[in-house]
């Protein structure tokens, strides 16, 4: 449960080293940080056997992100990378949270742990009831899904919120739209809420479809790929597989982010030797450094840049798919034409040649690929940035044909089907209608509250019972100390978990934590061994089986939790234990209630699974009137006040998400500590501050200041002016109230703060 003692202080806390940053990604570095991983946490034989199986057709999807599956037939026996092995040790280990822990400790006493610490206390084994002694203790299934319903039915329906993690599969996903809304509510916050809503809002304003519109195929076909404000090597390592086989056959990649990010320089696949012995293969030839939140003025400057080459006579924008397949292109025209290079060479902090030498790169690109994630997503002007990439790939017809399209690669492995689900505070119509039909019941029309909304709601008394369907809400959401405080005050709090975590810490007056079987695990209900489902950021939905023995004999499979519940809170006739019993039962129901999800039982079982339909992908546009819509919309002001600095959250690469793994970032040379915040040499030359001083980071707000403690500060080449540091340690910072416009997503990428020194 320690760190390394060998690594601690004279105070005994852990010591940060600083070493060198490597040159290159994965490589025999990669195999070994797997290697300790599984013998720490899962022992080899256990953790080796789910590797083996995980990403496979006859296995289990990986915990981690949602990158795809290669086609079976090309599927590699060993397709995981160090940070899924990293999860499946994680997930797969061998110790327990069992009652006897809960006997010795109090939540106020759990919370003195890391969340490190927390993640190596091991599986929950039994479920779970906190009594008035602050000490959660071992109570029957029966007992506590009665709990749970009753203290809903006291709250209300208006009064209950129910939060979904993307590692929850698409039958739980189903079920629990259905408990909610037959219970009468469209209070569904989501982690999509924090990460991608931003590029849902974005794409479906503006596409008619707000999830992305390329395949794996088309990282064969494209010559082109940007990578904007993602960094792979850490967050989804296995993308680093099709960027290494589209860059070894002459694909041009350009990183467009504040960080040189060191799995985007070289990578050195750990299944190809010779990989290894070479150094490895490089990605990137370009590197853009914008500054945090200048990529909407950037791609605005590659879109001016292009119009002025076409002003000119060059046939760089097609001419036929803007007239016949748009709308809007006039107007965005006008605009971008109006807006003077300073104003956006300013906002992007990047010069005008390096803006117009990437413009000339996308102008020559016959087929592009632009690839994002949540260093665009979490902003203020998040949804305008989005849309302004799409402005520059519409130009070029770079939409709904074989190597081009978008690509926002979804941070957990089913956030996107869960929303197709319809994990969804404010559902589409034609969904309920579609949820009527079948279950013969009025859902509610309403819109409900998303996280942010969910939190607030909380705070003034109009929320009081929460239910969490996994994730880790108060370490992953935004204003970490106001989101505990709020979540303190229900009556009611439920948590459905395979790990303890600091949610669980800050109870309600009644607060619950219910076990369930972990995605690596064998699933057996009365009808026999059970798969589920997921969908992966390209829109294919895979068939998930566990090969693993359960960690407790207690535990039970979401879908029987969730339908466990169901069968105590709703009226009504749904055979909610036939429907556990055989989830094929509950894939029927969502082939008739779920676009694009026919014949689900017989599709899911062919090899790969099969793709959702997309009028964006198809190049029709249909659910917009068949034309793509062109944006317009005003770059933001990013002048700082004197000695600030602007702030954004990122991952190390020994986590996942709010599961820390360890205490190492060897992509960014740290080592034994996470309290780190990145700064540009000369801002801590004319901050009056050195390297490996120890500040406190001060967020600045129209409500007051917010503190975090005790950072180390190292110098790192990022632009001037801003700093970075890692969540979910830094969300104390950002405040509640300020989040993305239109999609609400907290800003955790532009937080504006000062460092002072203690």
Known sequence: MAVDDKRRDTAGEPRLEVAEVPRVAGGFAAL????????????????????????????????????????????????????????IAEEATSARATPELFERLTVD??????????????????????????????????????????????????????????????????????????????????????CHESSGVALGETIGVGKGTVSLDDFEACDLILIIGQNPGTNHPRMLTTLRAAAKRGATIVSINPLREVGLSRFSHPQHPLDM???????????????????????????????????????????????????????????????PWAQLCAGAGVDEPTIRTIADIYGNSRATIACWAMGLTQHKHAVATIQEIVNVMLLRGN?????????????????????????????????????????????????GCDTVGSIQAIERGEITALVCLGGNLVSAMSDTDRTARAIERCALTASVATKLNRTHLYPGGRALLLPCLARSEIDHQHGGAQFVTVEDSMSMVHASRGVLQPASDELRSEPAIVAALGDA??????????????????????????????????RVREPGGFRLPSSARDGTFSAVGGRAKFSVAVPPELALPPGRLRMMTIRSHDQFNTTIYGLDDRY?????????????????????????????????????????QAFVVVPYELPRGNCATYFPEANALVPLDSVADKSGTPTSKSVVIRLRAR
């Not at 003025?297 to 760089?316: N, P, S, W, Y």
């Not at 013969?440 to 819109?447: C, D, I, L, N």
Request: aromatic share 8%; net charge neutral; charged share 25%.
């Open 32 to 87: 070994w940080s797997s290697v300790k991983h599984l013998q720490r946490d899962s022992g080899i034989p256990r953790g080796g056997k789910a590797l083996l199986a995980m990403n496979q057709a006859t296995g289990f999807d990986c915990p981690g992100c949602a990158w795809p599956d290669p086609d079976p037939d090309s599927r590699s026996r060993f397709e995981f990378c160090e940070n899924g092995a990293k999860a």
């Open 109 to 194: 006493e759990l919370r003195g742990l890391s969340d490190f610490e927390l993640g190596q206390l091991g599986r929950l084994t039994h479920p779970m009831m906190l009594d008035e002694s602050r000490h959660y203790r071992p109570v029957a299934w029966d007992a506590a899904i009665a709990a749970i319903a009753g203290g809903l039915r006291a709250a209300g329906p208006a009064r209950s919120a129910f939060y979904t993690s993307g590692r929850t599969s698409n039958e739980a996903a189903f079920l629990y739209q259905l408990v909610g809304r037959m219970f009468g509510t469209n209070h569904f916050p989501d982690c999509s809420n924090m």
């Open 277 to 339: 012995l070479a150094g490895g293969v490089a990605l990137a030839k370009h590197f853009v450094q914008v500054q945090i939140g200048g990529d909407q003025a950037l791609f605005l400057g590659i879109g001016k840049a292009l119009l002025e080459r076409a002003d000119a006579g060059e046939h760089v924008i097609d001419g036929e798919f803007v007239r016949d397949r748009t709308a809007g292109f006039e107007a965005w025209a006008e605009h971008v034409r109006r807006v």
């Open 399 to 447: 939409i709904g044909r074989p190597g081009a399209g978008l690509c926002p690669v979804r941070g957990h492995s089913n956030v996107q089907g869960d929303r197709t689900m319809g994990i969804d505070h404010h559902p589409k119509a034609a969904f309920l209608d579609a949820l009527a039909r079948e279950f013969r019941f009025e859902p509610p029309r309403a819109a």
């Open 569 to 602: 809170l709703v009226d009504g006739a749904v055979p909610w234990r036939e429907l556990v019993d055989d989830y094929d039962r509950i894939r029927e129901h969502i082939a008739a209630v779920v676009p694009g999800c026919r014949d689900f039982n017989a």
């Open 668 to 708: 960014r040379g740290i080592r034994g500590g996470r309290r780190v915040v990145f700064v540009h040499p000369a801002d801590l030359a004319a901050l009056g501050l050195v390297e490996r001083q120890s500040v406190d980071l001060v967020s600045e707000w129209h409500d007051g200041e917010r503190v975090a």
